[in-house]
Nanobody
Framework: QVRLVESGGGLVQAGGSLRLSCAAS????????MSWFRQAPGKEREFVAA????????YYADSVKGRFTISRDNAKNTVYLQMNSLKSEDTALYYC????????????????????WGQGTQVTVSS
């Protein structure tokens, strides 16, 4: 059974940093894209960043480029999201998600293609 467990959320002031973690278990993820999404109250779930488990290629939403960094640790089966220069508009529930590349194809930014989701971790940025 696949499990994705997020941690690391919290309350931080604008301009601060947080690092989110996603511990993955239940299968080998070498053929997967691992992503972070976020959802603010009253808004749709939106893509933040993705990493290819096999080769480490990364992909980012324009809104976080230059501020967020996604990475993975194969030995720990964990994906990270380092968030710097946080803004109030980054406040949301952040989700870890996984999808096989053969399923997602080029649309890894769409939450509808994802096969597995974590329960989410709250990030609140105060201004």
């Amino acid at each position: 059974q696949v499990r994705l467990v997020e941690s690391g959320g919290g309350l931080v002031q604008a301009g601060g940093s947080l690092r989110l973690s996603c511990a993955a278990s239940g299968r080998t993820f070498s053929a997967y894209a691992m992503s972070w999404f976020r959802q603010a109250p009253g808004k749709e779930r939106e893509f933040v960043a993705a990493v290819s488990w096999s080769d480490g290629n990364t992909y980012y939403a324009d809104s976080v480029k230059g501020r967020f960094t996604i990475s993975r640790d194969n030995a720990k089966n964990t994906v990270y999201l380092q968030m710097n220069s946080l803004k109030s508009e980054d406040t949301a529930l952040y989700y870890c998600a996984a999808v096989r590349w053969v399923v997602a194809g080029p649309i890894i930014h769409s939450p509808r293609v994802y096969e597995y989701w974590g329960q989410g971790t709250q990030v609140t940025v105060s201004s």
